[in-house]
């Protein structure tokens, strides 16, 4: 027996053979039909699409045998691929490279063979179109002719796939270029935002301001030092974290109200916030929140926070200092003007009635005039003492100017109980005090005026009602106490 030798293009016929993904799949109509309208046209038993691997040759396609495959130095294929064209056997008993083929003289009985190569695109001969009978015979021309067009289709259907092939693998290079390409701009990419993002945190770490960025979720994805030391917590810790886990509910709730108004808004929201520092120190942050955009899209936002807990501090002593009264430390009148208006606003909720008591002191001039301006204020801020003391329950005790006085007093406007409290304040006032060594007395006229929950009286005319009925009381002869005709 012959065994056909190898094709000077074996392995590269191999190559394409296992690229082309014919091996050891099912069966397909376009191959079994091809075999099936050859061996009827023929008159044969048998007809095959017979594939040549490296050990055996497979058939793709089979009429009239069950077997799948044979060794490959019995293949009487592996004769046909080495040819340009047909291969004729009439009688395989009498061809000396077939007669002792355990095809031939085995159970199968094989004595006739006619194959033709199929072949790729570029000619390779990947397997045969044969036909093959168990009596010997010889084919007319027409049944040659058959044969070569039934294998120009079988090999049609090879090569439609090897072109589908090739515009894979041509995509697929592409794509594979594409992507080397686009991996090392991406690499570089990487390296030149890694770099951008080093130098943005070490410019941001050396700013006092709490600098921080929140995607769409609300979370952190870059914080700078300041914000670091005033959440006590690592990098690690917040980016990547949500709010809620930064701060906690409650203040993350608070802080994403702001973000939804700066989303629906479309630009920057600003407010003022407390923060617990990891000391238990509590500061005041003015924050702002800025909408990040790519194109037309909202895709985060940077949030910028400025400890102002100092200007807030002086803030508030200079609105206190406003409102207070330098000598004797008691509200002035802006703190009056202030605060009536809320305790009134009080009552009328509340029911009941509030009371403004309008003092001024008698005999204080004459002090100033014999003892001095210096004992004047040592007087005042006793009077102012004596006041503040004796009224604990007072919403308010204030100097207006001079030696006028101001107490608003919540009660239930019990003339009784109002003129308890005026006689009160005018006995705490003429308690003798010593001045410059002396013996000093001073008295004080009292007006009061009483205003009753929902009565809609202005804050104005209220107090301007008490100073009328101060100056009733100093008129019926000082150190005493009138209360206002129209508001009492």
């Not at 191959?31 to 058939?59: H, K, M, Y």
């Not at 002035?332 to 309008?358: C, I, K, S, W, Y």
């Not at 005790?397 to 005018?426: C, H, K, M, Y």
Request: some cysteine; proline content about 5%; charged content about 25%.
């Amino acid at each position: 027996m012959q065994v056909a030798p190898l094709a000077p293009d074996e392995e590269q016929r191999l190559s394409l053979l296992q690229a082309l993904d014919l091996l050891d799949t099912p069966p397909e109509p376009a191959f079994d039909l091809i075999t099936r309208i050859t061996a009827n046209a023929i008159g044969t038993p048998i007809a095959l699409v017979s594939l040549i691997d490296r050990e055996r040759q497979w058939f793709k396609s089979r009429v009239g045998t069950e077997i799948s495959e044979t060794p490959r130095e019995y293949a009487f294929c592996a004769h046909c691929i080495l040819g340009n064209g047909l291969l004729l056997v009439p009688d395989a008993a009498r061809d000396e490279r077939f007669f002792d083929n355990p095809l031939v003289n085995g159970a199968t009985g094989v004595r006739f063979y006619a194959g033709i190569p199929l072949r790729s695109i570029d000619g390779l001969a990947l397997g045969s179109l044969c036909v093959l009978d168990t009596v010997p015979r010889q084919l007319s021309a027409n049944q040659i002719d058959l044969l070569n067009d039934a294998a120009q289709l079988a090999s049609r259907e090879i090569t439609r796939r090897e072109a589908a092939l090739r515009v894979r693998t041509t995509t697929e290079s592409s794509l594979a270029a594409g992507m080397a390409a686009l991996e090392k701009q991406v690499e570089q990419r990487t390296r030149e935002l890694s770099h951008a993002h080093a130098q943005l945190q070490t410019l941001t770490d050396h700013l006092p301001a709490m600098i921080g960025y929140l995607d769409l979720d609300l979370r952190y994805r870059f914080v700078n030092e300041a914000y670091r030391v005033a959440v006590g917590k690592t990098s690690r810790s917040i980016v990547g974290h949500s709010l809620a886990e930064t701060f906690g509910p409650e203040k993350a709730g608070e802080i994403e109200r702001h973000v939804k108004r700066a989303a629906r808004r479309g630009q920057r929201v600003s407010f003022e916030m407390p923060l617990t520092f990891p000391d238990g120190t509590v500061h005041y942050g003015a924050v702002t929140l800025i909408p990040d955009r790519i194109e037309d899209r909202i895709v985060g936002f940077h949030s910028i926070v400025h400890d102002i807990t100092e200007r807030r501090t002086r803030e508030q002593a200079i609105r206190l200092e406003a409102r207070r009264d330098t000598l004797t430390g008691l509200p002035n009148r802006r703190a009056v003007q202030e605060r009536l208006p809320r305790a009134m606003a009080l009552t009328d909720r509340r029911g009941g009635a509030l009371e403004v008591l309008f003092l001024d002191l008698d005999g204080f001039k004459q002090v100033n005039d014999t003892l001095g301006h210096d004992q004047g204020d040592l007087l005042l801020k006793e009077m102012a003492r004596r006041l503040k003391a004796g009224l604990p329950q007072a919403e308010l005790v204030a100097r207006l100017s001079g030696d006028e006085f101001v107490v608003i007093v919540r009660n239930d406007a019990d003339p009784v109980q109002g003129e308890t409290l005026a006689r009160r304040i005018l006995a705490d006032i003429a308690a003798p005090m010593q001045l410059a060594g002396r013996s000093v007395q001073v008295h004080a006229s009292l007006g009061i005026a009483v205003y009753r929950a929902g009565a809609g009286t202005r804050p104005i005319h209220l107090l301007r009602a008490a100073d009328m009925a101060m100056y009733e009381a100093k008129r019926a002869g000082r150190n005493q106490y009138r209360f206002s005709p129209e508001m009492h």
